[in-house]
């Protein structure tokens, strides 16, 4: 894509789907997060992104790294709890990184900041229950796509929605690590974490929007390099529960 008002309409088109896919999802996040959370993050997200709906309504020439950038100033200022610095304040940071458009490489560029920056902010590794269980893999598997196998960002970014929904699911029967679902401890164990879900609700998101801009079909049949390890967790100490929650909730 290498029309800069095509970017723009993309990301506009992308943040709309986002925001309907979580108003859709609000009550399913509210239920996952009721069982190891604050029963707050459908509510949060859904309040995030319709703000972020009305903020970006009228942007006529803004370049895609303002409005992204803007997306995470907003989601800082109306998101609740943790989600907000995590999501918003990570895509606050990696947005520096769509200075020169988006392409294969800057796009990359951005889901690792991303990344960095959750992990950063939460404090929160592969197998602590939380949305990094789902991000880490997607990234992950986008720029091994994209560099390595020689892909284009359409089929790299369908390989990495599905090792979101791997990484999402793993999360189900691993014992929460990080965040106030920590403190349940093996009560946590076999229930999915709210903020992978949304992750992976997101990423679903981006993929159907860039399929419609870019008229293409592609297959999702992806082995992602770092899916986690499916084994729960067999350590019987609750660990860390203090700090940032990266669950998301």
């Known amino acids: ?28 996040l509210t239920e996952l997060d009721s069982a190891i959370g604050d029963a707050d993050h459908g509510a949060n997200m859904d309040r995030g992104f319709a703000a972020v709906v009305e903020e970006v309504e009228g942007v006529d020439d803004a370049s895609v790294a303002e409005i992204t950038k803007t997306v995470g100033v907003t989601l800082v200022s109306t998101v609740g709890g943790a989600s907000g610095p995590l999501y918003g304040g990570s895509i606050m ?18 889901a690792e900041a991303y ?28 720029k091994k796509s994209i ?5 284009d960002p359409l089929e790299a970014l369908a390989k990495a929605v599905d090792a979101a929904e791997r990484g999402a699911r793993f999360t189900t029967p691993i014992r929460a690590k990080k965040g106030r679902a920590s403190y349940l401890g093996w009560r946590s164990v076999g229930h999915r974490d709210p ?3 949304s992750t992976l609700f997101i990423l679903e998101t981006l993929l159907a929007t860039a399929e419609d801009h870019l008229d293409g079909g592609v297959e999702r049949d992806a082995v992602a390099p ?12 609750r660990v860390d529960g203090e700090g940032t929650d990266a669950e998301g909730g």
């Open 115 to 142: 990344l960095e920056k959750v992990q950063d902010r939460g404090d929160a590794q592969v197998g602590a229950k939380t949305m990094v269980d789902a991000l880490t893999p997607a990234v992950h598997t986008f």
């Open 226 to 237: 770092t899916t986690p390890d499916e084994t729960p967790d067999t350590d019987g100490d």
């Open 93 to 110: 940071s990696a947005s520096g990184e769509l200075e020169e458009g988006i392409t294969a490489e800057t796009a990359v560029a951005f």
């Open 195 to 197: 903020g992978a879900t």
């Open 147 to 151: 560099e390595q196998d020689d892909l």
């Open 1 to 28: 894509m290498a029309d800069e008002d095509a970017q723009r309409e993309a990301l506009l088109d992308a943040i709309e789907n986002v925001a309907a896919r979580l108003a859709t999802e609000k009550s399913h």
